[in-house]
T-cell receptor, first 114, second 115 residues
């Protein structure tokens, strides 16, 4: 098992464009989380899935953000009409429900909006 | 709303010295996690603390949890340069139990260890 995989690792886009990030969790993990991290801050929770069900969304997740996990395996996070304030590192993590609750993070996808 | 506060936020220390990072949180939880992040990298899990009085040690790092005081500490013994990184504590929101409903992170402690 190679751990949590995210791509692309870096994305530079112009304001107003749409971007999509993909996350492949550790294969036996049924929970998948998206976090956002800006420079000098801790990760902020965005949303999480248990299998294919999206169980919680943060108030940080505006209408321009949508996340899916269609078959309970990989997940996508789409940001529509990007704004400069969306520039951040988007981190994906996975865990096994009813285990220790420890999250295993991917390398992240860094978004720069010009 | 769960709040997690770390202090100090920035720490510069010399090799060979001891120091402690503190993590306070605002609501009842008995699950606390410590992560390490190197510049430009993702988060690496260091310790999982799952009960009051839990103590875990790995090399020069030791973490403890006092759920009554809502306080965790990360103690560094005889620091070495390789421990330079940003350290985050995170608390399980724990609303449904049985595992994390996501974690709430502190702002991190940026640690620089100078030779």
């Amino acid at each position: 098992d190679t751990g949590v995989s995210q791509n692309p690792r870096h994305k530079i886009t112009k304001r107003g464009q749409n971007v999509t990030f993909r996350c492949d969790p550790i294969s036996e993990h049924n929970r998948l989380y998206w976090y956002r991290q800006t420079l000098g801050q801790g990760p902020e929770f965005l949303t999480y899935f248990q299998n294919e069900a999206q169980l919680e969304k943060s108030r940080l997740l505006s209408d321009r953000f949508s996340a899916e996990r269609p078959k309970g395996s990989f997940s996508t996070l789409e940001i529509q009409r990007t704004e400069q304030g969306d520039s951040a590192m988007y981190l994906c993590a996975s865990s096994l429900y009813r285990n220790t609750g420890e999250l295993f993070f991917g390398e992240g996808s860094r978004l720069t909006v010009l | 709303e769960l709040k997690v506060e770390q202090n100090p936020l920035f720490l510069s220390m010399q090799e060979g010295k001891n120091y402690t990072i503190y993590c306070n949180y605002s609501t009842t939880s008995d699950r606390l996690y410590w992560y390490r992040q190197d510049p430009g990298k993702s988060l690496e899990s260091l310790f999982v603390l799952l009960s009051n009085g839990a103590v875990k040690q790995e090399g020069r790092l030791m973490a403890s949890l006092d759920t009554k005081a809502r306080l965790s500490t990360l103690h560094i013994t005889a620091a070495v340069h390789d421990l330079s990184a940003t350290y985050f504590c995170a608390v399980d929101k724990g609303r449904t139990g049985g595992g994390a409903d996501g974690l709430t992170f502190g702002k991190g402690t940026h640690l620089i260890i100078q030779p």
